[in-house]
């Protein structure tokens, strides 16, 4: 009896360690970010004073100065045009080298996807410098081309990986029946691949537009010219060496988060089954 109480407790203390672990998590992501939330409505008087009290009178003022200060309006339509043209051009291109790699009947198949694979170890530090040479001499510098390839490049490996272990579970007979049709790849790509890969779509296009939209490096090196500059590049405006605008910072730093925010609230459930079925394919 006393070895039976035993047991019964063990997994019970252990759920309830687990419960207060993820309790503890949730209470460490979370708090930052409620704070960063209240001391945006703060003057920067009262930030360094009471730097963890509430606002005693809460005022949107930093906001409206961020926004007209720093030409967020700018800097943010700068992101979206970015982060749109880099996260739908990996989207197409992830999935037709995907569609290649898996589909197409030729025995190299393996080493393109270990060289895809491969490019999961390069980092962007290691190739800034190169990078930033090349850009100059092809004169892509100050411009949205010269930032939105370099997106892409980095992000497209991942994407394949992720496309490669979907598209290789659709059925080879679809594509067979559709050849015998005499359709061409072009088509049994646009009508058949693509549709049946609704789930991984969605996966792709969150991944991509959460690390495009964060993208810094690459809009802080190959941009000189303000009207170039993305969101993340345009809060750092209000940290100098000599000064540092608290409200103005935290408020930016709010503007900045929130679409990120909104965005997952909106597609976390679509990126949750897209990783589910894709798991379940492999």
Not at 62 to 75: C, F, H, I, P, S
Request: aromatic share 14%; net charge positive; proline share 5%.
């Amino acid at each position: 009896m006393e070895k039976t109480s035993k047991l019964i407790a063990a997994p019970v203390a252990w759920r309830a360690v687990a419960y207060v672990l993820m309790i503890a998590f949730v209470v460490l992501t979370i708090f930052p970010l409620f704070w960063l939330g209240y001391s945006s409505l703060k003057p920067h008087a009262e930030i360094i004073q009471h730097p963890m009290a509430l606002p005693r009178s809460p005022s949107f003022d930093n906001y409206v100065n961020a926004w007209t200060e720093g030409k967020l309006d700018l800097a943010m339509m700068n992101s979206f045009i970015y982060t749109t043209v880099a996260t739908v051009s990996t989207l197409f291109l992830a999935l037709a080298a995907s569609f290649g790699v898996t589909k197409f009947p030729y025995k190299s198949r393996k080493f393109f996807i270990g060289a895809f694979s491969l490019g999961l170890m390069i980092t962007m530090h290691a190739v800034i410098v190169p990078l930033f040479l090349v850009e100059v001499k092809l004169h892509l510098v100050n411009t949205r081309i010269g930032v939105i390839i370099p997106f892409i490049a980095f992000n497209l490996p991942m994407s394949i990986l992720i496309g490669v272990s979907y598209v290789r579970g659709i059925p080879d007979a679809i594509i067979e029946s559709a050849e015998i049709d005499g359709a061409k790849y072009r088509w049994i790509f646009w009508r058949i691949i693509f549709p049946l890969c609704t789930p991984v779509v969605a996966t792709i296009v969150i991944l991509a537009f959460l690390q495009h939209w964060n993208e810094f490096l690459f809009v802080f090196v190959f941009t000189t010219k303000a009207a170039m500059k993305s969101l993340p590049v345009a809060i750092t405006q209000f940290a100098g060496r000599l000064n540092f605008e608290y409200g103005l910072q935290y408020a930016s730093l709010v503007i900045g988060i929130l679409p990120m925010i909104i965005f997952y609230i909106i597609f976390h459930a679509q990126l949750i089954k897209g990783f589910g079925e894709g798991s379940l394919k492999e």
